[in-house]
């Protein structure tokens, strides 16, 4: 059962790291395994944003409070110019840094915990209002549960029953010929820390639990039903199934293709097609 998707009592947790002297806290100390950490075991809904509904992804905890939503994750490894030092006046464990970033600050209050090997943890609180300390002062809050659940052994890990595409290695979707015209000549697959994301070249995909269904009319893609949308440089493609051992919910596939010279365009979208023609019908179905 996909248990860990359904209730926090069938999660898993790991042991605390010892902490018995000083020691620069690593990622992997911190959290285990990347690819099975329940990452909203890391958020106390009741203490930061009660009344929040908490749902995990592969990569990220999403909650919702209104018009306000809590995003804990992904992790990341890649340098981000716009964190900067920030001041968390709470205690923070040795070899950890905490960041802010003021991109988009008039919605979104964004902060990063970095660890002693400079991978860093992600999370951001947006809403519609004017509030940017309130935001803030719930980032900091997460913050907070993130760190108080890292020094507790208390990271809960997630179970992926068969046919999850949580179970499926993204790169292996990549390393294709069919691909090679979209991803750029010689480009070579890359997976994300997390094991559910990849890069190759133009393209990459990411395998996920879907918050948002798309609003675009549905074609068909692969054998599947697909649908496609431009955003900024990208133009991105998805599919959905029933996520298996999680009633109500659906398990997503999402492709995305870079347009190097600017906006996406129409032949963007064409290479994003012929890459879901290629990945989606080697995707398992539940």
């Known amino acids: ?22 020691s620069p806290l690593t990622t992997s100390t911190a959290l285990g395994d990347f690819g099975t950490i329940d990452f909203c075991s890391l ?9 929040a509904v908490a749902v995990p992804t592969f990569e990220t905890c999403q909650a919702a409070r209104g018009a306000q939503a809590i995003q804990l994750g992904p992790l990341a490894f890649d340098s981000d110019p716009n964190l900067k030092p920030y001041a968390y006046a709470g205690p923070v464990p040795d070899g950890v840094a905490i960041q802010q970033s003021m991109f988009n600050d ?23 209002g004017t509030d940017q300390a309130g935001r803030c002062g719930v980032a900091d809050a997460t913050i907070g549960s993130v760190l108080t659940a890292v ?7 997630l179970t992926f029953p068969d046919r999850s595409w949580g179970r499926v290695a993204p790169c292996v979707l990549l390393d294709n010929h069919d691909l090679d015209g979209a991803a750029g000549p010689g480009s070579k697959p890359t997976t994300g820390l997390s094991g559910h994301s990849c890069i190759r070249g133009k393209v990459s995909l990411k395998l996920t639990v879907e918050t948002t269904p798309a609003a675009t009319p549905p074609e068909t893609l692969g054998g599947r039903p697909a649908r496609v949308r431009t955003a900024g440089a990208f133009c991105l493609v998805d599919t959905t199934q ?7 919910r659906r398990e997503l596939a999402e492709i995305s293709v ?12 064409a290479l994003a097609r012929t890459a879901a023609t290629s990945i ?5 179905t539940p």
């Open 258 to 269: 870079v347009e190097t010279a600017g906006t996406a365009n129409d032949a963007t979208c």
């Open 151 to 157: 020094t507790a052994g208390k990271v809960g890990r």
């Open 242 to 248: 029933p996520a298996p051992g999680l009633p109500g």
């Open 1 to 22: 059962m996909f248990c860990a998707l359904l209730t926090a009592a069938c999660s898993t947790t790991q042991a605390a790291p010892d902490r018995s002297g000083p």
């Open 106 to 128: 008039r919605s979104a209050c964004t902060r990063a915990i970095t660890f002693a090997d400079g991978n860093r943890l992600d999370l951001s609180v947006t809403d519609t």
């Open 43 to 51: 958020l106390n809904v009741a203490e930061v944003a009660p009344g």
């Open 280 to 284: 989606f019908p080697r995707l398992p």
